[in-house]
């Protein structure tokens, strides 16, 4: 399976200030994943990044806020922008398995708390 | 949209005992059940997956059945070791041809010695 390093892995920001997540994948892959995980609860899909194309975002997510790069197949990056406590969560990056649909392979995430 | 549920929010057994998760969802179109077991501070790591067109997949002491006429499928852990304590994710694909996968709640598991 994909081997992904996602940094920075915990930040502590201000609010109303932005933070770039980035993930680096082992190997070329279509789709990325990003997920927010909120304290205590499951994983929530925020948007899928093809490269090449604009990313797709899940209802109750926007670009403005989530704008999302993927300029390869082998990197993506999530920035949270004009952060307020609310965005205090663990985001994640994956991929998916290799030829047919398969299970997700994680980054070790990223433990954003917004002061 | 897909939904799933599962159940319980919480699990406790005794070390040796069976662990049973369940979860359902409602898109008859999914055809792809993962489940996720993630270990406080860390990610989640896939430990069993099933297909449609299977009923049921075993790997050693884990297990997992689905029911795709009642759109539920469960995980089944036998001989219960405390290193088995996390929480556990079910998921299920939207079949939308892009990978997509939907969480369920998850189920908090504590395997006491």
């Known amino acids: 399976s994909a081997v992904i390093s996602q940094k920075p892995s915990r930040d502590i920001c201000q609010r109303g200030t932005s933070l770039t997540i980035q993930c680096q994948v082992d190997s070329q892959v279509t789709m990325m994943f990003w997920y927010r995980q909120q304290p205590g609860q499951s994983l929530t899909l925020i948007a899928t990044a093809n490269q090449g194309s604009e990313a797709t975002y899940e209802s109750g997510f926007v670009i403005d806020k989530f704008p999302i790069s993927r300029p390869n197949l082998t990197f993506s990056t999530l920035t949270v922008s004009n952060m307020s406590p609310e965005d205090s969560s663990i985001y994640l990056c994956?991929?998916?398995?290799?030829?047919?649909?398969?299970?997700?392979?994680f980054g070790s995430g990223t433990r954003l708390t917004v002061v | 949209g897909e939904n799933v549920e599962q159940h319980p929010s919480t699990l406790s057994v005794q070390e040796g005992d069976s662990a049973v998760i369940k979860c359902t969802y409602s898109?008859?179109?999914?055809?792809?059940f993962p489940w996720y077991k993630q270990e406080l501070g860390k990610r989640p790591q896939l430990i069993i997956d099933?297909?449609?067109?299977?009923g049921e997949k075993k790997d050693q002491r884990i297990a997992v059945t689905l029911n795709k006429t009642a759109k539920h499928f469960s995980l089944h852990i036998t001989e219960t070791q405390p290193e088995d304590s996390a929480v556990y994710f079910c998921a299920a694909d939207l079949n939308t041809g892009f990978q997509k996968l939907v969480f369920g709640t998850g189920t908090r598991l504590l395997v006491s010695p």
């Open positions: 898109d008859s179109a999914s055809n792809y």
């Open positions: 099933i297909r449609s067109n299977v």
């Open positions: 994956s991929v998916a398995g290799q030829g047919a649909i398969s299970g997700y392979t």
